[in-house]
């Protein structure tokens, strides 16, 4: 079994990642319906994979934050 480290904190980083889900659902919703085209054609790009970078953005930024503090 594995320990537990002690500076690794669940509730902070996810509190991360719903501040970036909800940050995307805001990009989603004032840019509206959203595609994307190119040679292949086009394809429509709805809200929830918008959210979901949105939440991979915040989860960056929480790892980030963590290797900025056990830097110092």
Not at 7 to 15: I, L, R, T
Not at 24 to 35: P, Q, R, T
């Amino acid at each position: 079994m594995s320990k537990k480290h002690k500076d690794n904190n669940g509730a902070e980083a996810a509190g991360y990642a719903a501040s970036g889900a909800a940050a995307g659902a805001g990009l989603a919703s004032v840019v509206g319906n959203m595609g994307l085209a190119g040679a292949f054609g086009g394809i429509a790009v709805g809200a929830a994979p918008v959210i979901a970078v949105g939440a991979v953005v915040g989860l960056a930024a929480y790892g980030l934050k963590k290797a900025f503090e056990d830097n110092n």
